[in-house]
């Protein structure tokens, strides 16, 4: 095998042909995912692209901010209006037409960025349909998506399914960087090849294979699989794939999706580490069990040498999550920075000077109205094969105003400690599903963040979609001690991210207020219980609606003293149910709703 | 343009292709949604529908796509002002396939004032919209669930009543707008809207299939389409044109499929026991049904087709315990077992 071993230079040649796949023939692999914060080795990477590109090709960037009308295209007003004729401008998906997207900080675009490139990437064609413009442009790119994120965003699941290769770069340092393997005739010549080299039955049963036991049941990513062999094959020169082809390709797409480890080495490492967890293994997936344990048997050893390559190249924190088993958290749907004011709906408020932009709306009667004034001295003024035209000038537009509710998003911060568990856990989560299901009527969103043991953790981003939020909810293990403050910290945090964003945060603290970890993770009752009260005055500061419920069998001082120091309403909740709790909670966020 | 992947071509998921031939034989089963894991071609199998859809008659050059035979009633302005019928002319024309981009603008997807019009000879002419172009045809957003609130709003209202009222920029305009409305998303990335869901006449849930035969001979076919498009159409043209006729065969004969009472009894049965709200949930099944023996060329509907549409026409509408998403099918299952 080429690169059983992780030694990183072998792992950049491994990403050097990543790169020479991905100008062989872009449209048959999708793109790429390049996880790298902006660094040396990305920039060389991203060099060598730019090195084999074939001279027709262009990488076009789609900076993170960009709106719908650049992006799609549309009609530029001003040049309309300056040549009296609609003048169409070309949207950047068009203009990538036969080369590259490239994403900087492809984890903040948009959900409706992401679903227009998708959509582009899956039918070849972009279809406008804007302000009064119809059509259909061919055209056809590849992606190459720079993921910068880090633990509380991720790109969005739809983009990465549909790009075929997912690299790493974190791992690399520039010490690790040697000149690249292939060069570019190397590149022109696979592309000649390219068409010559079939693939087998035989080889889609492995990949099929592979890919179930590591848990990856994308078919988008087998059927990926095969295109990025068959290119790396020609690369290599072979006119047949034979395995290392094959396990490399598998390497690039296949391994950096898994989601589990087999079964076979699942059961080893346990053993070795000894810390088999019962209630972990409820969230394994059953289905892709099964059908794991069914072909086992068909794993020949020629495959085993594939597979066994194909785990070495899983990344090393998946490997981690999946060796302790535990379920990566759900990733979000790719939010960030989405969610402005909308600016068409809502009611009409009148109309304000300025050139329609980014979604906004042209308000045509005030438009004509403005310009009518002047038509006189504009006829005089100026010489126009359109005699009987309206003169209209870029000062005359109007754009539509809306008044709209703002969105609103409740975080809940649940104490799963021991103390709290042990009393109402059930309770507590029944009560959050209510409510859950009473935000989906108001179209709100929900998050919810735990904190037990030493740390807080969200466990759910803000959402609007139920089925994810049940499933964190119902996965949420409870037990161990309580480090109060940093869940309320986590909890401030997550707020005042989503104030950043327009949208308008009640916090809601389930807790029994008995604190006994400290910010910095030490064990003491009195420090902890500081450091909690210190977290609760920023929340404080940054005026933000909370609600304290105190889940203790007894209404707790300690509970009441964290309320008054948020300056939030203190409910306290001897043996109520589920349904009580509930009510408590929706009829205080509504309140406070309707005060702001 | 490339032609789509053959609909015969898509190995499995026969409940979503079942679904989607049920709607191109009966407009009045209202919509489907295909909800489900990426991947799985829900997007293929709809794009790969349009191709296999019969050519009915239209008004030539209506931008209404208004049907001949019909009543002046439920025409647009201008074919419903022509008086005698014998001085329409008709043309066949495939029944369209229209695509609503995410991207799209309220004044594209509901139609506006001609922006050229207006500003060059300052008249007040309707410019139509995607609506328009879908009447009597089918209407697929793809990532239905991310669909903007305010054209979702404009929507709703469009598909309730089959009629598009324009009342903006100083314009007044109806026109017939009944379309299928067909959708598709992955859950995990939002919810869909209650009101919409509700316009969904049935809704297919799809899965990555988990045995290596199918996920091989998928990766097979999808290549071999990929490497030449037009011949694998054209080995799979036969196939494609066997369910065409089907489809075709399914409309004519669908006037005179036959629901007994005794079937009847059942759905209705059916639907008190899951507490499906109001009385779509049994519309929607009996219809479906009906479309589903006719594509059988059966002249009676029996519980057989009953059986195998219960699924699609009620997993989204029983009382909504938004958090029991996923055992919907299951609960349909049970209630199933227990009556059959």
Sequence with gaps: MKYPNNQNSDLWDLYVLSAAVLCVNPRLVGGIVVKSFASDVRQTWLDIINEFLPSSSHIVKVPTNISDERLIGGLDLVATINSGNPVVQEGILSQANGGYLLLPMAERNTPLTIASICSALDSNQVVVEREGISKINQTEFSVIALDESDLNESLSPALTDRLSMHINLHELSTHDICPAYIEKSDVVSARTLLPKIKFEDNDREKISAIALSLGVHSIRACIYTQHVARIIAALHDHTEIDTSDLSLAIQLVISPRATMLPSNMQEEDEDEQEQPSDENEENMDDDSNDGDQSHEQNISPDDEIILEAAQAAIPSDLLNNLKSNKKISSINSGKSGTLQKSKHRGRAIGTRNGVPRGGEKLNILATLRASVPWQNIRKQAQYSALNNSVKIHSEDLRIQRFKHKTESVTIFVVDASGSSALHRLAEVKGAVELVLSECYVRRDQVALVAFRGTQAEILLPPTRSLVRAKRSLASLPGGGATPLAAGITSAAVLATQEMSRGIEPTIVLLTDGRANITLSGEQNRELAFEDALKCSRQIRAQNIKTLVVDTSPRPHENAQKLAKEMHAQYVPLPYADALALSNVIQHSTHKNTQAA | ?340
């Design chain 2, 1 to 340: 343009m490339s032609p789509p992947f053959p609909f015969t071509a898509i190995v499995g998921q026969d409940e979503m292709k079942l679904a989607l031939m049920v709607s191109a034989v009966d407009h009045l089963v209202g919509g489907v949604l295909v909800f489900g894991d990426r991947g799985t071609g829900k997007s293929t199998a709809i794009r790969a529908l349009a191709s296999l859809l019969p050519k009915v008659k239209m008004v030539k050059d209506c931008q209404f796509n208004c049907d001949p035979e019909e009543l002046p009633l439920t025409l647009c302005e201008m074919c419903s002002s022509t008086s005698k019928k014998e001085s329409v002319k008709s043309s066949l024309q495939t029944i369209p396939v229209v695509d609503l981009p995410l991207g799209a603008t309220e004044d594209r997807v509901l139609g506006a004032l001609d922006i050229e019009i207006a500003l060059t000879k300052g008249e007040k002419v309707f410019e139509p919209g995607l609506l328009a172009k879908a009447n009597r045809g089918f209407l697929y957003i793809d990532e239905v669930n991310l669909l903007e609130d305010h054209i979702v709003d404009s929507l709703l209202d469009v598909a309730a009543s089959g009629e598009n009222v324009v009342e903006r920029e100083g314009l007044s305009v109806r026109h017939p707008a009944r379309f299928v409305l067909i959708g598709s998303g992955n859950p995990e990335e939002g919810e869909l809207r209650p009101q919409l869901l509700d316009r969904f006449g049935l809704s297919v849930e799809v899965k990555t299939p988990n045995d290596i035969k199918t996920r091989t001979q998928i990766i097979r076919l999808r290549d071999e389409y990929e490497s030449d498009k037009e011949a694998f159409v054209k080995k799979w043209k036969r196939k494609d044109g066997a369910v065409r006729r089907k489809i075709t065969k399914a409309k004519e004969l669908l006037p005179s499929v036959k629901v007994k009472d005794s079937v009847l009894e059942k759905a209705a049965t059916l639907c008190s026991q899951l507490g499906t709200d109001g009385l779509r949930g049994e519309l929607t099944l009996i219809s479906s049904a009906r479309a589903h023996a006719a594509l059988e060329g059966e002249k009676n509907v029996s519980d057989k087709h009953l059986l195998k549409m219960a699924r699609s026409a009620l997993r989204h509408r029983l009382r909504r315990d938004p958090l029991d998403e996923s055992s919907s099918t299951s609960r349909v299952d049970r209630a199933l077992q227990e009556l059959f």
